[in-house]
C-alpha cells in the first residue's frame, strides 16, 4: 500500500535511529587486543623469565664456590616466587595507578579490575602485569650476587621484601607512571630499566656487601668460580632473554621494538670484543668469564637507550660501558676494598649509570635540550633513594633476624649449613 508522506518521514527516522543505536553499540564492545603484538609480548615476557629462571641462577652459580651454588640457586628461585606474589597482592597497584609523583596508590591490590577483557594498549591487561612481574622478579635477584656466600637466607628473604617494596616500586613509579612519575614528568628516557632496574640493584648490591660484610679470607684466600661453563651458559641465556627486556619493552611488536632488538644485539658484541681486549691487555689472558661479564655489561648499559639510541651510539655504549665497568669491578674494587662477590655493583650498578647517562647522547632525530641533564639527575635521585632504603633494609634484617650466617657456616659453605643440601657428591 502507498505511504503517506509523514509514515515515510517515520520509517526514515527509525532506521537511521537503528542505524546510530548500531553505532553506539559498536563502540560501547569492548575492543579486541592485537594478535600480533600480544603473540609479541606473551613471548617477551617467557624470556624474561627465562633470564632469571635459569638464566641469572646458572650464571651467578657458576662463580661461586662449589660449597655454595646451592643457595644462590635457591635465593634466585625463591626470589622469583616472592616477587611474583607481592606484585599481584600490591606492586602492580603501587607501580601504576594513582597521581602521585612517587607511589602509585591501591586501587587494583590482588588486581582488583585486571579481567579478562582489560586491556593495556593493545595488548590484554593480563599480559602487561605478567610481562612486568619478570621485572620486579629478576631486579632483586641481582642483587644477592653481591652478598652471595655469607648471607643469612632469611635475612635475603626479608632484605628483597621491603627493598621491592620500598625502592623497586617507587623508582618504577617514577619512571614508568606516564606524565605522573616524576622521571616522566622530567621527560628522562628509560626505555627498559636502566634506572628502574640496574642502578636500583647496583647501589642496593653495594650497600649490602659492605654492611654485611667481606667473606672470610677475601683478599688472601683464592675464591674462583667453581664452574665457568655454568656462568657462560648463565651469560647466554641472559643474552637471549635481553631481547625480552629490551624489545619487549616496547610493548608491541613494531618498529620501536625492532630497533631495540637492533641496538641490543650491537652494544652487547662490542662490549664482548671490548672487554676482551682490555683483559688481553692487562692480564694477557682473554678469559671465558670475562667474556660473559662484557656480555652482560654492555646488556645493562643499553637497556635505557635500547628503543631510542643510534646504531653508532649502541656500538659506542656498548664499548664505554665495557672499559668502565672492567676497570670498576677489577681496579676500583681492589683499591677501595668491598667485597661485591659478583660484581653487582661493578656491571649493573656502574653499566646502568654509564647507559643512562648516554641514552640522553645517542638520541635517534638528536638529543632534546637539557636531555642530558635529566638523565644524570635521574640517576642521582635512583643511587639515593635506593641507598637509603637499603640501608633501612638491612637494619631490619639485621636487629630481626641477623644478616650473615656464623663462621662455622660460612667455613662449611650455605648449601648444607642452610639449605641441608649439597650440589656434588664425591
Known amino acids: 500500500m ?89 606492586g602492580y597497584s603501587v607501580a601504576t595507578t594513582g597521581e602521585g609523583a612517587f607511589f602509585g596508590d591501591f586501587s587494583k591490590m590482588f588486581l582488583k579490575g585486571v579481567e579478562a577483557e582489560s586491556l593495556s594498549g593493545t595488548i590484554p591487561e593480563s599480559v602487561f602485569v605478567t610481562f612486568q612481574m619478570t621485572f620486579i622478579i629478576i631486579t632483586p635477584a641481582l642483587i644477592v650476587g653481591a652478598f652471595a656466600e655469607r648471607m643469612k637466607f632469611s635475612a635475603v628473604l626479608i632484605f628483597t621484601t621491603i ?33 628502574v632496574v640496574h642502578i636500583n640493584a ?73 672487554w676482551m681486549l682490555v683483559e688481553w691487555m692487562v692480564t694477557k689472558k682473554p678469559t671465558a668469564v670475562g667474556a660473559a661479564t662484557g656480555a652482560v655489561a654492555g646488556l645493562v648499559a643499553i637497556t635505557p637507550a635500547s628503543g631510542t639510541s643510534t646504531v653508532v651510539g649502541a656500538l659506542i655504549i656498548g664499548a664505554v660501558s665495557a672499559v668502565v665497568c672492567y676497570f670498576c669491578a677489577t681496579t676500583m674494587k681492589r683499591a677501595l676494598k668491598y667485597d661485591d662477590s659478583l660484581d653487582v655493583f661493578g656491571v649493573h650498578g656502574i653499566g646502568g649509570i654509564v647507559g643512562a647517562i648516554l641514552t640522553g647522547v645517542f638520541v635517534r632525530g638528536g638529543a632534546a635540550d637539557g636531555q642530558l641533564m635529566k638523565q644524570i639527575l ?35 659453605g650455605l648449601d648444607t649449613t642452610s639449605h641441608g643440601e649439597t650440589a656434588y657428591t664425591s
Not at 179 to 195: E, R, Y
Not at 221 to 232: D, E, Y
Not at 403 to 410: H, I, N, T
Request: glycine share 10%; net charge positive.
Open 378 to 412: 635521574s640517576v642521582l635521585v635512583t643511587i639515593g633513594w635506593s641507598g637509603v632504603v637499603s640501608v633501612i633494609a638491612l637494619l631490619i634484617a639485621k636487629y630481626t633476624v641477623g644478616l650473615r650466617v656464623s663462621e662455622q657456616d660460612e667455613a662449611a
Open 163 to 195: 627493598w621491592a617494596t620500598f625502592s623497586y616500586l617507587p623508582i618504577w613509579h617514577m619512571a614508568w607512571a606516564v606524565n605522573i612519575g616524576l622521571f616522566s614528568k622530567w621527560g628522562v628516557l628509560d626505555f627498559a630499566g636502566g634506572t
Open 2 to 90: 502507498h505511504q503517506s508522506a509523514p509514515w515515510k518521514r517515520l520509517s526514515l527516522l527509525a532506521v537511521l535511529l537503528g542505524a546510530t543505536g548500531s553505532l553506539f553499540a559498536q563502540d560501547a564492545a569492548p575492543a579486541a587486543p592485537d594478535t600480533g603484538d600480544t603473540a609479541w609480548m606473551l613471548t617477551s615476557t617467557v624470556l624474561v623469565l627465562l633470564m632469571t629462571l635459569p638464566g641469572l641462577a646458572l650464571f651467578y652459580g657458576g662463580l661461586v664456590r662449589a660449597k655454595n651454588v646451592l643457595s644462590v640457586l635457591v635465593q634466585c628461585f625463591v626470589i622469583a616466587a616472592l616477587m611474583s606474589v607481592i606484585w599481584v597482592v600490591y
Open 202 to 274: 647496583g647501589i642496593a648490591g653495594l650497600v649490602a656487601c659492605i654492611m654485611v660484610g667481606k667473606r672470610k679470607g677475601f683478599g688472601a684466600t683464592a675464591m674462583h668460580p667453581h664452574s665457568v661453563p655454568f656462568t657462560v651458559i648463565g651469560a647466554a641465556l641472559l643474552w637471549v632473554g635481553w631481547f625480552g627486556f629490551n624489545a619487549g619493552s616496547a610493548v608491541a611488536a613494531n618498529g620501536s621494538a625492532g630497533y631495540a632488538m637492533l641496538t641490543t644485539q650491537i652494544a652487547t658484541a662490542a662490549a664482548v670484543l671490548v
